[in-house]
């Protein structure tokens, strides 16, 4: 009952001397060691990486119309962005991939060209963004606008009818100068923010440990199971006036 009492209130007065400055302040080192360490990593791993460029394409959908004007705009817009969405997914499909792999003679697997494709509407228009990465930029340009070529003749084969629906490529990809990956500038911001949490982390971590393992008599029982008789205290010795003061702790 003493121990439960003494423990429950040494433990409190831990947490009312605790000060979170104070430890990062003594652990210093160590925060920036680790952030170092993690920075130094992500950049010798970003370094090794092979640059990937990326060729863009944008894709408006359309539909012909057998009569004149629409009455209702509203509802004629809203239903070609909802046909976009379809489109949007028809694009990024094995038959168009294997379309532009067999016209270009590409050595690789549809897998892996799907893999490296990427398509997304443009929210709320009916206009569909593709895009390509490889490690040439030349290759990224060339396939992203061979996608756009194919698939406009797909959806042709397949629409013939009066009222077809229309695909016409809108902006054809530019040659790509700077890689989109790996990108050393976020790497490293990322980097410093993940070494600088460790490094603290592992600072509280040590400054606990080690005020934590004999830090009261106490606890030194518990440990041992031997009965403390005594305690040592800490002198700490000033100087006043050229004379040395000891002073009881």
């Keep these: 009952m003493l121990d439960g009492a003494l423990t429950g209130g040494m433990y409190e007065d831990d947490l009312a001397l605790f000060n979170p ?5 003594r652990r210093l080192w160590i925060i920036v060691l680790v952030a170092a360490v993690v920075v130094a990593a992500v950049g010798g791993f970003s370094l090794q990486q092979r640059p990937e ?12 119309q ?6 209702n705009i509203d509802s004629e817009v809203q239903g070609l962005q909802q046909l976009t969405t379809t489109m ?12 532009v792999i067999g016209r270009l003679g590409l050595s690789i697997s549809t897998d892996s060209f799907l893999d490296s494709m990427s398509v997304e509407q443009v929210a709320e228009t009916q206009f569909i963004e593709v895009s390509y990465e490889d490690f040439s930029p030349e290759r990224a340009q060339l396939v992203a606008n061979v996608i756009g070529e194919e698939f406009e003749k797909r959806v042709a084969e397949e629409s013939p009818s009066a009222s077809a629906i229309t695909v016409d490529v809108w902006e054809s990809a530019a040659l ?3 890689p989109v990956s790996p990108n050393p ?11 600088l949490m460790l490094g603290v982390g592992l600072a ?20 041992s199971g031997v009965p403390t008789y005594g305690t040592i205290p800490t002198f700490k010795v000033r100087k006043r006036n050229g004379k040395k003061e000891r002073k009881l702790r």
């Design 185 to 195: 500038v976020r790497n490293m911001l990322l980097a410093i923010v993940l070494g």
């Design 88 to 99: 949007a997914e028809a694009v990024r499909t094995r038959p168009v991939a294997e379309d």
């Design 176 to 178: 790509p100068v700077d």
């Design 21 to 25: 400055f104070q430890v990062i302040r």
């Design 204 to 223: 509280f971590l040590l400054d606990y440990r080690l005020s934590d393992g004999m830090g009261s008599p106490i606890e030194a029982e518990k440990v």
């Design 53 to 64: 460029y990326q060729g863009s394409i944008k894709i408006l959908i359309g539909q012909e």
């Design 66 to 71: 057998v009569k004149g004007v629409s009455d």
